[in-house]
């Protein structure tokens, strides 16, 4: 098996705006197999590096529906990862928190979303599976369901607040490139 910590591992995570984050992933077919069996290592790999809690396909320039998710900060890793997710369910109860993303850095904002949802998909054996889930997954997964229908987590937000993280993101791109 592959090493997923060694740096050739590492897939290069898209900054907002590139086009594909704005994209509508396709769904995974049964002749993405080999593609989907290689990239899962390699997105656990840039996940943890980076280091964030979920990273979907698109975010690494790959427009299918698939997502890594791992919320534990220690050496207990516990991925979850999702083929197709659908969120089948929310609560109409809903809250805000901070949220962040590896493809915007640096850039926070308060999002209000549901705060529990009911989500379907395949796994890695290609299984389906549903989690119901509440607070930090709860959020989690509908930011990554979110990356796979081309909307990023200041979609979310007013036009004037994301404008603004929105610049403020192209400046410190622009400063860390000069």
Same mark, same amino acid.
């Given at each position: 098996?592959?090493?997923?910590?060694?740096?050739?591992?590492?897939?290069?995570?898209?900054?907002?705006?590139?086009?594909?984050?704005?994209?509508?992933?396709?769904?995974?077919?049964?002749?993405?197999?080999?593609?989907?069996?290689?990239?899962?290592?390699?997105?656990?790999?840039?996940?943890?590096?980076?280091?964030?809690?979920?990273?979907?396909?698109?975010?690494?320039?790959?427009?299918?529906?698939? @997502?890594?998710?791992? +919320?534990? %900060?220690?050496? /207990?890793? #516990?991925?979850?990862? =999702?083929?197709?997710?659908?969120? !089948?369910?929310?609560?109409?109860?809903?809250?805000?928190?901070?949220?962040?993303?590896?493809?915007?850095?640096?850039?926070?904002?308060?999002?209000?979303?549901?705060?529990?949802?009911?989500?379907?998909?395949?796994?890695?054996?290609?299984?389906?599976?549903?989690?119901? @889930?509440?607070?930090? +997954?709860? %959020?989690?997964? /509908?930011? #990554?369901?979110?990356? =796979?229908?081309?909307?990023?987590? !200041?979609?979310?937000?007013?036009?004037?607040?994301?404008?603004?993280?929105?610049?403020?993101?192209?400046?410190?791109?622009?400063?860390?490139?000069?």
């Amino acid at each position: 098996m592959t090493d997923i910590f060694a740096p050739d591992a590492l897939l290069r995570i898209l900054i907002a705006p590139d086009p594909v984050l704005r994209r509508t992933a396709r769904p995974v077919g049964d002749g993405d197999a080999d593609q989907v069996r290689a990239l899962i290592p390699r997105m656990l790999a840039s996940m943890y590096h980076a280091p964030g809690i979920g990273l979907a396909a698109p975010q690494v320039g790959v427009s299918l529906r698939l @997502a890594v998710i791992d +919320l534990q %900060r220690d050496e /207990q890793r #516990e991925p979850i990862i =999702l083929i197709n997710p659908e969120i !089948v369910a929310r609560s109409s109860e809903t809250e805000p928190h901070e949220e962040g993303c590896l493809s915007l850095p640096g850039q926070y904002a308060d999002v209000v979303r549901p705060r529990a949802v009911t989500v379907r998909y395949l796994d890695e054996a290609g299984a389906r599976q549903e989690v119901a @889930a509440e607070g930090l +997954l709860a %959020r989690c997964l /509908q930011h #990554e369901v979110d990356h =796979l229908d081309g909307v990023l987590f !200041v979609d979310h937000l007013s036009a004037l607040k994301r404008n603004i993280l929105l610049r403020r993101l192209a400046k410190a791109q622009r400063a860390k490139e000069g």
